[in-house]
Each structure stands twice: as C-alpha cells, then as structure tokens.
C-alpha cells in the first residue's frame, strides 16, 4: 500500500500497520533516479489534498508519508513486468480522432399518439346503418363521415321540431298573445333537445 517503505527483512508498515509484502528484483519496483533523497513535504496516505510541511497526524489519525522531491517531479518511475501486465488484462492503443457510434438492436413498443386520439360516444340509443372507416389506423380528415347512425329517438326529436316549426310558422300570427307564446316556447324546446344530442 505504501511502495516507498522497503526493508531487507519481513515487518510491518509503520503507517498502516499491514505486513509487508515480499518483491521480487525480476518483477520491477520502484527505480531511484538519484541516491539521496530530500523530502518535499509531507502527505496523508487517504487524502493527497492534505500537504503539510513537517511530519504529523492526518484528520483521519495517521501518520504523514514523506512525498520526496523526485516524486513529487515525476523523476521516479514504475516499472511493472510484462507477465503482470498480462495477467491484468491491460490494453493500450494509440490516440485517434474518430466518431463514436454504436448500433443497439431492441424490441420496442409502437403505439398512437394519445392526445391525436378520439373516442366518440352517442347520447342516443340506435345503431351503425354504415360504416365508412373500418380499419384500425385507417387516416381520416377533418370532415370526414365515419358512420351512419339510425336512431329511433333522434328521427322523433326530428319529426317534433319540424312539427313545432310548422305550428309557430301558422300560429306566430295569432292575435291571442299566449298561443303564438307557447308555439315559440315548444320549437324552442324542441330545437334545443335536438341540439344535446
């Protein structure tokens, strides 16, 4: 954890406390640029961002590590063994300039657009005499039939208005003001239960 402690013998770090591991020369380490070393300043071992200038205790309890001045320059380097390298699974390629893309193949869903969606309920009792769209996604335009309906109901409320209007057109003239009233007050009525249909 800590690859600037090295002994000649089996120990225990004197920062974290975990038993040293032992180094083969063929595998790499650390190589020295320079025989003396001169401390720079001094760095907690959990946070890098935590520099001081003499050695001491980190927020966290520990020991300060000693960051030498060729590693804090970049002068040392690591030197790791091409079987280790392989048996991490590293990879390396030289930079490009590309685009990135990829094709992702996946089931979805097509369904309608909901608020392009209509249903339509009759307030009256009958039944489809024709049907001019009979297809599920068939286009219509704004206008368009779509059915006829026959409803029963709807040709008496028809034939009630037509009557009531032929009653006002003969009685509208009346000199008794409350028959060509009450003619008015039925078409009307009739016209405007028509209309909440």
């Given at each position: 954890?800590?690859?600037?402690?090295?002994?000649?013998?089996?120990?225990?770090?004197?920062?974290?406390?975990?038993?040293?591991?032992p180094?083969?020369?063929?595998?790499?380490?650390?190589?020295?640029?320079?025989?003396?070393?001169?401390?720079?300043?001094?760095?907690?071992?959990?946070?890098?961002?935590?520099?001081?200038?003499?050695?001491g205790?980190?927020?966290?309890?520990?020991?300060?590590?000693?960051?030498?001045?060729?590693q804090?320059?970049?002068?040392?380097?690591?030197?790791i063994?091409?079987?280790?390298?392989?048996n991490?699974?590293?990879?390396?390629?030289?930079?490009?300039?590309?685009?990135?893309?990829?094709?992702?193949?996946?089931?979805g869903?097509?369904?309608?657009?909901?608020?392009?969606?209509?249903?339509?309920?009759?307030k009256?009792?009958?039944?489809?005499?024709?049907?001019?769209?009979?297809?599920?996604?068939?286009?219509?335009?704004?206008?368009?039939?779509?059915?006829?309906?026959?409803?029963?109901?709807?040709?008496?409320?028809?034939?009630?208005?037509?009557?009531?209007?032929?009653?006002?057109n003969?009685?509208?003239?009346?000199?008794?003001?409350y028959?060509?009233?009450?003619?008015?007050?039925?078409?009307?009525?009739?016209?405007?239960?028509?209309?909440?249909?």
């Amino acid at each position: 954890m800590h690859p600037m402690i090295i002994t000649d013998e089996p120990g225990i770090c004197p920062i974290c406390h975990m038993d040293l591991t032992p180094m083969k020369a063929e595998t790499g380490g650390v190589v020295e640029t320079s025989v003396e070393q001169k401390i720079k300043y001094w760095q907690a071992p959990m946070d890098p961002t935590y520099l001081r200038d003499e050695p001491g205790k980190s927020p966290m309890g520990m020991d300060l590590i000693p960051i030498y001045e060729d590693q804090a320059t970049g002068g040392s380097m690591i030197s790791i063994d091409p079987t280790t390298i392989q048996n991490m699974g590293v990879r390396t390629a030289g930079v490009v300039r590309s685009n990135l893309s990829r094709s992702i193949r996946t089931v979805g869903l097509v369904d309608y657009e909901e608020p392009k969606q209509y249903v339509v309920n009759t307030k009256i009792a009958g039944w489809v005499e024709k049907l001019y769209v009979a297809e599920t996604g068939q286009q219509v335009k704004k206008g368009q039939k779509l059915l006829e309906i026959y409803s029963p109901e709807l040709v008496t409320a028809q034939q009630e208005l037509l009557l009531a209007r032929d009653n006002y057109n003969a009685l509208k003239q009346s000199s008794f003001a409350y028959i060509s009233d009450s003619a008015r007050r039925l078409l009307d009525s009739s016209r405007k239960r028509l209309q909440l249909w």
